[in-house]
């Protein structure tokens, strides 16, 4: 009498169970799917088996081991549902980003946050004294034609004061040469043309904003620099109103120990022209390298406006009078915080950037 190759199925299933059950990951699970159902199952070997028989037990045998294979595909499926879910569970639990973490990280190790770079602040700062004196704030742009930069400013083209500002050009064309401001004048010439279009005078404006020469960093000069200019066109303005504005100015952004003088000077635009200088912050007036040792920091130019500029901009000069000014940010900065040279407000150092956050 032959055995039935099916003699020893409920162990073979039973065998089967607990090798789905055991599988304790997905991955395990997948590794051993050909052994459990696929085509390496005992189940498919016994299936090919099942050619030997008589038809009629072939027909039997046949439908135990179909239940069979369904009762451990649908137990492969069900342990495989499972595992999929604990993976993801875990996957989600791996990716999640705990806030409460982070906020703690940050208190035992803060992030150091930004501020503003040395010369910005002062900026604002000079910004704040001049609204507080009665000056409004305007900008204009860096890159001029030859017209707003020099000509209207009463420096014609063979002018010797062009030689005062080493100038960048952008663009020596036809029909307008193009420049990096040197200086912000020509602001000046906007802002009065504005005001003579919007029939809008007087005007008290301060322009602060980056100026460019190719002048050769030292410990008073960069090549990018920084001034802010001061303009009040009104009617019955004289040397004494700008001659006080800057002492006002001295005072209020330096203190009251500083001193500060008017020397007279040429700048084609003002008439009569005055430079401003300061005591020297660093050596108190005593002389140092900073102040190649005269005791004394130029920190401007100033001067009554010029009629040749009225002219350009078309402000009648009989009914109008006024004065500019214009003087070096990263200076007063320099002067303000006692810095030695000019230069280590561009190094990028942060452990000097650092004193002043
Ligand atoms: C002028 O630029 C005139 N436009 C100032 C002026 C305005 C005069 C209105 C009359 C009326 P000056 O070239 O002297 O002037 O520059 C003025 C100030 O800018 C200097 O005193 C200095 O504080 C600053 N400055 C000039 N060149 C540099 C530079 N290369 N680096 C840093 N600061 C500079």
Redo the contacts with the bound molecule.
């Keep these: 009498m032959t055995t039935s190759p099916l003699a020893e199925l409920s162990t073979h299933v039973a065998d089967l169970i607990a090798r789905i059950e055991q599988a304790l990951t997905l991955a395990d699970l997948l590794v051993d799917e050909p052994f459990i159902v696929g085509k390496r199952s005992i189940l498919s070997t016994l299936q090919k088996s099942l050619g030997a028989l008589a038809p009629e037990e072939r027909k039997d045998a046949g439908a135990r081991l179909q239940d069979a294979r369904r009762g451990i595909e649908e137990a492969f499926a069900v342990r495989r549902a499972l595992l999929e879910e604990e993976a993801r569970a875990e996957q989600l639990e791996a990716d999640r980003l705990d806030l409460g973490d982070v906020v703690i990280s940050q208190v035992l190790a803060p992030l150091s946050v930004g501020h503003p770079g040395i010369v910005a602040a002062t900026q604002r700062q000079l910004e704040d004294v001049f609204v507080a004196m009665g000056f409004n704030v305007s900008d204009g742009p860096e890159v001029e034609s030859d017209w707003y930069n020099f000509e209207a400013l009463n420096i014609p083209p063979a002018h010797p004061a062009r030689g ?2 080493d100038t960048f050009y952008v663009d020596l064309g036809e029909p307008e040469t193009v420049v990096l401001r ?4 020509p602001t ?1 010439i906007h802002l009065m043309e504005q005001a003579v279009a919007q029939d809008a005078l007087p005007i008290h404006s301060v322009m602060p904003g980056r ?1 460019y ?1 190719r ?1 050769t960093p030292d410990a ?4 990018t ?1 920084h ?1 802010i ?2 303009l009040v066109v009104d009617r019955g303005i004289s040397f004494a109103d700008l001659a006080g504005v800057i002492e006002t100015f001295t005072h209020a952004y330096f203190g009251a120990d500083i001193s500060s003088r008017l020397r007279p000077a040429f ?1 084609p ?2 008439e009569p ?1 005055a ?1 401003f200088e300061i005591t020297c912050t660093i050596c108190r007036g005593d002389g140092c390298r900073t102040c190649s040792q005269t005791g004394w920091i ?6 009554m406006l010029d009629p040749a500029v009225f002219e350009a901009v078309g402000i009648d000069g009989d009914e109008w009078s006024g004065f ?5 940010i ?2 007063c900065a320099q002067m303000r915080h006692q810095i030695a040279d ?1 230069r280590a407000l561009i190094d990028n150092d942060v452990r000097f950037l650092r004193q002043f956050s």
């Design positions: 005062m500002w040197t200086h912000t004048s000046q100026c020469r002048d008073r000069h960069l090549a620099f001034q200019e001061g700048f635009f003002t022209s430079e130029e920190l401007g130019g100033c001067g500019a000014f214009g003087f070096g990263d200076r000019m």
